[in-house]
């Protein structure tokens, strides 16, 4: 099950957010016609596209599933994480129903513009790689395996920044040392 959890939150976060969206237009819409005209135009300035509205890519299986685009949907997968981790504690401390749906809005678009920016992947494989994980344990596996390099790599890279940050530091003290002692 943790296993899933990777691979199934970028879903989860899509769908969970249209079925608020969906909720709190129901309540604007039973709540007056004036109310509903504000709901459109409102509308009209939020962002409206989701992850769920997108058709998934065609033919995307592990076996069709190259070592780049996995990496890529694994970029794309922690970019999606980032702006869930941005957006989540504020809808859902939201009481106010319209705008709650606005950041969802703004959520579920902040998914799809994470996705884009990613090289060598599209929201609609996106989604495909997503659904196809979800069905077949082997390419979970490998996107899991991937998220596995891919972290290891972020942590040596943070090490290394860490390091350089340390050296560059004591430089820095060791100049200072000298200037005073000159002086």
Do not use: C, W
């Not at 604007?28 to 997108?54: D, M, S, Y």
């Not at 504690?89 to 998914?111: F, T, V």
């Not at 942590?155 to 003290?173: R, S």
């Amino acid at each position: 099950m943790i296993k899933r959890i990777a691979i199934a939150t970028t879903a989860a976060l899509a769908l969970t957010t249209a079925g608020f969206a969906q909720e709190a237009a129901d309540g604007t819409t039973e709540q007056g016609a004036a109310q509903g005209e504000t709901q459109q135009n409102a509308e009209k300035q939020t962002p409206t596209r989701t992850l769920e509205a997108i058709e998934p890519a065609e033919g995307i299986t592990n076996d069709t599933l190259t070592d780049e685009k996995l990496r890529s949907f694994v970029q794309a997968l922690v970019a999606v994480n980032v702006v869930a981790e941005h957006f989540m504690p504020r809808i859902e401390a939201e009481a106010d129903g319209e705008k709650r749906a606005e950041l969802m809005a703004y959520a579920n678009d902040s998914i799809v513009n994470a996705i884009d920016v990613i090289a060598d992947i599209t929201p609609a494989e996106f989604k495909a790689i997503d659904i196809a994980a979800q069905q077949d344990q082997e390419l979970n596996q490998r996107i899991l395996d991937e998220i596995k390099v891919a972290a290891a790599e972020g942590k040596a890279a943070q090490q290394a920044a860490e390091e350089e940050a340390e050296a560059a530091e004591g430089a820095e003290d060791g100049a200072e040392t000298e200037d005073t002692q000159t002086e």
